[in-house]
Each structure stands twice: as structure tokens, then as C-alpha cells.
């Protein structure tokens, strides 16, 4: 079994620091870059494309509403024509940028309020999609699992990641636990190992009930803004690698070449 391991980075700006980008680039796939919409810089997402090349890691842009003073986390209603331009813009800045480096921008995974959204909503989903498939058709649309993303990406052929969260339970309706409450977050990096590897071993989310909600399972998200990132990224690296995983950049995955 092939899974990829990838991670926000390049996200700097005053509620995220990238003090742990070069570590985490040494343990995961696949880095998703801020693209200056809610963090980061043209300084900072050339440094996180050559330490992603130093280390074999694919990169993608992380796009997201222009709200910098919310880190992207504010839900705002903008039109078709405004989201594919957002999007648009933002891929064709990292691209700039990677391509001048030697490398290539290989997926796109939305950010904050504009993921939670589409994850919600088809219709923005779909625009979402149609968005990257007009920047390049063989761009791969890294979507939570189950989402609207997900349904939206697959009946428009455009190649889907399917990813789960390391670090955050999950809801019996296959949904996250809201930050708000107390058993969002998954703190420990060995709890973290255990429920990754159970997700991926049984293709299924593990709810925090114990509910099991099959599902397709490709990537998993170690979010790297986290006290414990760098250690749960190791740890489940480390177990994944011990369960007779393979893993691979999102690009190099079987289903992709």
C-alpha cells in the first residue's frame, strides 16, 4: 500500500511560525505552501520550494482567501468569478516561483474557511475544481475524504487525493471535532500513530465514539503549526514504515503516473 504524508507550510505571518518547515520537510512527502493570501511571502515560499527539493518533497500551493488578518480562517461570499480568480492567481504564484527553482507545483489543497466551506458546499467545490483543471489538467486536488471536494473533483476527472488528519478527531458523522471542544485535538504523537495507522490499515475514519466510516484514504495530514508536530510527523512516519507502508510524494503515487 502506497500513502503520502504532507503538511502546511511556508505559513509565516503573526499567528504561525516556521521554525519547524526544515524539520518537517525531512520527514513528510509532500509540503502545501501558503501563497501570500493568508501567510507567507515570495521569500519564504523560495525557501520552502528549495528545502522541499533538497529533500525530494513534491510541493502544492495552499490557497485561501485574501484575509491575512484572520490567517484565512474568516468564511467570506464571493462570487464564481472571484474564487476561480483567487485560486487561479494563487497556483500561478507558486508556479512562478517553483519553476524558477526547478521545481513543479504538483497539487493544490485549499486553506482554512475557503476548505471548511467547499468541503460543504458542492457548488464551490466545483468551481474549486474547474478552477485547476483550467490552470493544468494534471495538477492533483489534494480534498479531505468524503467531502464535497471529493464528489465534485471525481465527476469533473480531475486526479483526487483523498487525505485524513493526524492530529484531529473525528465526529460520528465523519465531520471534525470543532476546535471549540476539548477532544478536537489529537496532543500525543504516539495516540496519533495509533489512530493514523488504525484509519489507514481499515480504510475507515476512527470517530472518537469508535465509530468506524469507511473511506478512500491516500494522504494524511500532519498539521505543522502544532508543539508536538514535528514529533507526531516521526512517530507516525516511523509506525507507518513499520506496518509495511510505502511511502511516496503525491506525484509519484501509482495512481497518478
Do not use: W
Request: aromatic share 4%.
Amino acid at each position: 500500500m502506497e500513502i503520502n504524508i504532507n503538511c502546511d507550510l511556508g505559513e509565516s505571518s503573526k499567528f504561525c511560525s516556521t521554525e519547524n518547515d526544515p524539520l518537517l520537510l525531512k520527514i513528510v512527502n509532500s509540503a502545501n505552501i501558503a501563497c501570500g493570501y493568508h501567510a507567507g511571502d515570495k521569500q519564504t515560499m523560495e525557501k520552502t520550494v528549495k528545502i522541499s527539493k533538497e529533500n525530494n518533497v513534491s510541493v502544492g500551493a495552499h490557497p485561501s482567501f485574501n484575509d491575512p488578518e484572520n490567517f484565512g480562517r474568516k468564511r467570506l461570499n464571493l462570487s464564481s468569478s472571484e474564487i476561480t480568480k483567487l485560486i487561479t492567481d494563487q497556483i500561478n504564484i507558486l508556479s512562478n516561483i517553483s519553476d524558477k527553482l526547478g521545481m513543479k507545483v504538483t497539487h493544490v489543497k485549499p486553506h482554512g474557511a475557503l476548505n471548511n466551506m467547499a468541503c460543504e458546499d458542492y457548488d464551490l467545490a466545483k468551481i474549486i475544481s474547474e478552477s485547476i483543471l483550467r490552470v493544468n489538467k494534471d495538477l492533483i486536488f489534494l480534498v479531505p475524504t468524503g467531502s464535497q471536494m471529493e464528489k465534485a473533483g471525481t465527476k469533473l476527472g480531475i486526479k483526487i487525493a483523498t487525505e485524513i488528519f493526524a492530529d484531529r478527531n473525528y465526529e460520528d458523522d465523519g465531520n471534525l471535532v470543532s476546535r471549540s471542544k476539548n477532544n478536537a485535538l489529537v496532543t500525543d504523537p504516539k495516540v496519533a500513530k495509533k489512530h493514523v495507522i488504525k484509519m489507514v490499515e481499515n480504510q475507515a475514519l476512527n470517530c472518537y465514539s469508535g465509530k468506524q466510516i469507511p473511506c478512500k484514504i491516500d494522504s494524511i495530514c500532519v498539521h505543522g503549526d502544532g508543539e508536538s508536530a514535528v514529533s507526531t510527523a516521526k512517530e507516525i512516519k516511523e509506525g507507518l514504515i513499520k506496518s509495511g507502508i510505502i511511502l511516496k510524494p503525491l506525484d509519484k503515487m501509482k495512481k497518478f503516473i
